[in-house]
């Protein structure tokens, strides 16, 4: 079955960073995009980032040129690295994967900036 396990998150100060891991199984990772997404107290869950199997990637606006997604096929696992952390980063961040139009997500990992 598929399977999504994220880790990574934490407390941090403004202005620092983290690195969120997303160790997939159950499928063929690699033929698949990938995807980060965040939902913070109050709000609708949003789509963060995104990595195509072919390496091409998206991201919202509000992270553009602060976080970077990756991915290693030979490890199945999918990457986000986080700089610049702002207190509005603050959210559950949860990995997704859609295989034959079913949404599939982690259990999520909480990330906290706050001084």
């Known amino acids: 079955q598929v399977q999504l396990v994220e880790s990574g998150g934490g407390l941090v100060q403004p202005g620092g960073s983290l690195r969120l891991s997303c160790a997939a199984s159950?499928?063929?990772?690699?033929?698949?995009?990938m995807s980060w997404h965040r939902q913070a107290p109050g709000k609708e869950r949003e789509l963060v980032a995104g990595?195509?199997?072919?390496?091409?990637?998206n991201y919202v606006d509000s992270v553009k040129g602060r976080f970077t997604i990756s991915r290693d096929n030979a490890k199945n696992t999918v990457y986000l690295e986080m700089n610049s952390l702002k207190p509005e980063d603050t959210a559950v961040y949860y990995c997704?994967?859609?295989?034959?139009?079913?949404?599939?997500w982690g259990q999520g990992t909480q990330v906290t900036v706050s001084s």
């Open positions: 990595i195509s199997s072919g390496g091409r990637r």
């Open positions: 997704n994967v859609i295989i034959s139009t079913v949404g599939y």
């Open positions: 159950g499928f063929t990772f690699s033929v698949y995009r």
